[in-house]
């Protein structure tokens, strides 16, 4: 992973757009245009990871500091690399940072999204839900000895 620059953003938006796309049509939520802006319009450089593998661009994390802990967003990784244990690699990272600060992290995920799984492997569970997002929480985890 490297620091995101301001100049990753329509890369990242553009991997928003393939990879939310299955979820968002089946939730009827999908629009070419809104699916690109909301990336655009949040994206911030200074809390966002660009993934790499074999030096090219495969993904992007943020992990946006809030009031009580952090919220893992945009966590987009190209289709070819999902299900290779790239995205537990790079939560295991994320996490590690987290728990050594005691810090919880909460996200949301669309419902009925392959996403969930990876998330509930990893400690998060449900908090909220409604028709179209799952709010997910995880706790930080014990210190190992």
Do not use: K
């Not at 890369?11 to 796309?21: K, N, P, S, Y």
């Not at 919220?71 to 070819?80: D, Q, R």
């Amino acid at each position: 992973m490297r620091p995101a620059r301001p100049a990753d953003v329509e890369a990242i938006a553009e991997l928003r757009a393939v990879v939310m796309r299955p979820d968002l049509e089946r939730l009827g939520r999908y629009d070419e245009h809104r699916v690109r802006q909301r990336l655009r319009d949040g994206f911030s450089p200074r809390h966002t990871s660009v993934i790499t593998t074999a030096g090219t661009f495969a993904g992007s994390v943020t992990l946006r500091p809030s009031g009580t802990g952090h919220w893992l967003e945009h966590f987009y990784l190209a289709p070819a690399l999902q299900g290779r244990g790239v995205g537990s690699a790079v939560l295991c990272t994320l996490l590690d940072r987290t728990d050594s600060t005691g810090d919880l992290v909460r996200l949301n995920v669309l419902q009925g999204s392959p996403a969930r799984h990876l998330y509930e492997r990893h400690g998060f569970t449900v908090e909220t839900q409604d028709a179209i997002d799952i709010f997910m929480l995880r706790p930080p985890a014990c210190p190992q000895h």
